[in-house]
Nanobody, 124 residues
Framework: QVQLVESGGGLVQAGGSLKLSCAASGRSFSNGAMGWFRQAPGKEREFVTA????????SYADSVKGRFTITRDNAKKTVYLEMNSLKPEDTAVYYC?????????????????WGQGTQVTVSS
């Protein structure tokens, strides 16, 4: 089994920055692709970004491209989400996800493990 624990969420003013972390643990973790999804109040959960097992490939939703950066440290089994130029519409619960395969995917159903989520609130 794999456990994912997110941290780094909080309240920030529009234009500000936050960095989320997601630490993976468990003997089953195999450095597969990892991603971030988010769910705003009253909306469905949506893809934000993903990174391949090697870290060599990434994908971003159009809404965050150029503002968010995903990276990973496989030695620490941790993935990071650097969020800059935050907007009120970025307010959501952010979820970390991991899959057993190393190729990235934007599809929620392709991820095997999920964290509990961390709240990000951007005030205007």
């Amino acid at each position: 089994q794999v456990q994912l624990v997110e941290s780094g969420g909080g309240l920030v003013q529009a234009g500000g920055s936050l960095k989320l972390s997601c630490a993976a643990s468990g003997r089953s973790f195999s450095n597969g692709a990892m991603g971030w999804f988010r769910q705003a109040p009253g909306k469905e959960r949506e893809f934000v970004t993903a990174i391949s097992g090697s870290g060599g490939s990434t994908s971003y939703a159009d809404s965050v491209k150029g503002r968010f950066t995903i990276t990973r440290d496989n030695a620490k089994k941790t993935v990071y989400l650097e969020m800059n130029s935050l907007k009120p519409e970025d307010t959501a619960v952010y979820y970390c996800a991991a899959r057993t395969l190393k190729l990235i995917t934007v599809y929620e159903s392709s991820y095997n493990y999920w964290g509990q989520g961390t709240q990000v609130t951007v005030s205007s």
